[in-house]
């Protein structure tokens, strides 16, 4: 994740979704802070073969400081 804006964000929830078809089968929300042109990392665990699902990611909100 990246923040590619002038001013910080905190409080960013990233919404993991797992698909089974275009059933969801496991959402997860990960919540970061984020300097200014700042980067996270993050690592998502799942008990489900991703090689036979689709994973989505996508910003759901976020604060700026």
Do not use: C, W
């Amino acid at each position: 994740m990246r923040n590619r804006g002038a001013h910080g964000a905190e409080n960013v929830k990233i919404t993991f979704t797992v698909l089974e078809g275009k059933r969801t089968v496991e959402e997860s929300i990960e919540v970061a802070f984020l300097t200014n042109s700042g980067t996270s990392q993050g690592e998502l665990v799942t008990r489900y073969d991703l090689a036979a699902h689709t994973m989505e990611a996508r910003g759901s909100t976020f604060e700026t400081p």
